[in-house]
């Protein structure tokens, strides 16, 4: 592993946060959309949200996506655009990284899915394999 950028610290330990804070399930690994999941019954969701809004404050959904930087606006595309009730989270204070939370009501009314990852960044190059390891998480 390459030695990590300290410009990301932030990043990290808004990830460490995250993680802490997390209402729900276990995290376990998306191999479909490269990133972290976690899914949560509507119990959670108040919690989970506050929790993920502090991680990431930008939000776009489908009525702002298209004021969203352009990483983000591909992020949306590549994982099958944003339906109502789904959100894009961000932060852009991660240097040369694209953090993000995927929020995705399942449509059941009971259940919503957030996924965590770094946009345009594969599962084994610099960072994923700390990001994994903050929300102790394998591949495979």
């Given at each position: 592993?390459?030695?990590?950028?300290?410009?990301?610290?932030?990043?990290?330990?808004?990830?460490?946060q995250?993680?802490?804070?997390?209402?729900?399930?276990?995290?376990?690994?998306?191999?479909?959309?490269?990133?972290?999941?976690?899914?949560?019954?509507?119990?959670?969701?108040?919690?989970?949200?506050?929790?993920?809004?502090?991680?990431?404050?930008?939000?776009?959904?489908?009525?702002?996506?298209?004021?969203?930087?352009?990483?983000?606006?591909?992020?949306?595309?590549?994982?099958?655009?944003?339906?109502?009730?789904?959100?894009?989270?961000?932060?852009?204070?991660?240097?040369?990284?694209?953090?993000?939370?995927?929020?995705?009501?399942?449509?059941?009314?009971?259940?919503?899915?957030?996924?965590?990852?770094?946009?345009?960044?594969?599962?084994?190059?610099?960072?994923?394999?700390?990001?994994?390891e903050?929300?102790?998480?394998?591949?495979?």
């Amino acid at each position: 592993m390459a030695r990590m950028n300290p410009a990301w610290d932030p990043l990290f330990a808004r990830f460490g946060q995250l993680h802490a804070g997390w209402p729900a399930r276990r995290w376990s690994w998306d191999s479909r959309f490269i990133c972290i999941t976690s899914s949560f019954t509507v119990e959670f969701e108040a919690q989970a949200r506050a929790v993920a809004k502090a991680a990431f404050p930008d939000e776009y959904t489908t009525s702002t996506l298209s004021k969203a930087p352009p990483e983000i606006k591909r992020l949306a595309e590549r994982t099958g655009g944003l339906r109502a009730g789904q959100f894009v989270l961000s932060t852009l204070d991660a240097p040369n990284l694209t953090p993000f939370g995927l929020w995705w009501p399942w449509g059941d009314g009971a259940t919503t899915s957030f996924r965590v990852g770094l946009a345009d960044i594969e599962w084994n190059d610099d960072p994923y394999p700390r990001v994994r390891e903050i929300f102790d998480v394998l591949t495979g």
